[in-house]
């Protein structure tokens, strides 16, 4: 696994700051990691909770929330199975990815209720410049029926907010090329 990570953890004010300004927390490789896991958690979640009947919108509205970024910026996601409405920029584009049922999107069958039992993450790399991480790789879907696990090419970028929690920024997602 490759891996570029910044080490300047430096807590001394840049020319033309106070002391008195927030410190950037900088984000390390083991929280990508821990984030990663986390996340594909919460996608087997949303599935769990679809089989069992339950509410599993407010699951999905819950681990968009919990992971991406919306509520504090702009969010850049390229979802795998997106064709025709291509990129989702708002939560409500997001939470069709995942769920389907939005008219806005008549392609989106639901990724996350199909649903998983497992994913499973092979990192190409990890880079970290501050507050900022980078990721690259191929993730692992393991379909609830028992069929080979749907590999699934990925880029993530996350950022800190202001709670101290990691967000995603950027996800993009694809299925790899095949000629």
């Not at 993450?121 to 990721?135: D, F, H, R």
Request: aromatic share 12%; proline share 4%.
């Amino acid at each position: 696994m490759l891996a570029a990570c910044s080490t300047d953890s430096s807590t001394e004010p840049v020319e033309g700051e106070s002391a008195e300004e927030e410190v950037v927390q900088e984000i390390t490789e083991e929280e990508v990691l821990e984030f990663q896991e986390s996340w594909g958690e919460g996608i087997v979640h949303i599935g769990e909770v679809y089989s069992e009947g339950e509410d599993y919108e407010a699951a999905a509205s819950e681990h968009i929330e919990r992971f991406y970024g919306y509520d504090t910026g702009d969010v850049l996601f390229k979802p795998t199975l997106a064709s025709e409405e291509r990129f989702r920029d708002t939560f409500e584009g997001a939470l069709s990815y995942f769920i389907g049922g939005n008219e806005a999107y008549p392609e989106d069958d639901g990724f996350a209720i199909a649903p998983w039992t497992d994913v499973q993450w092979e990192n190409e790399g990890v880079i970290i410049e501050g507050n900022t991480a980078l990721s690259m790789g191929v993730y692992y879907f393991t379909p609830a029926d028992g069929g080979e696990p749907v590999e699934v090419e990925y880029n993530f970028a996350h950022t800190r907010n202001n709670d101290g929690d990691l967000k995603i920024v950027l996800h993009g997602s694809h299925y790899p090329y095949t000629p």
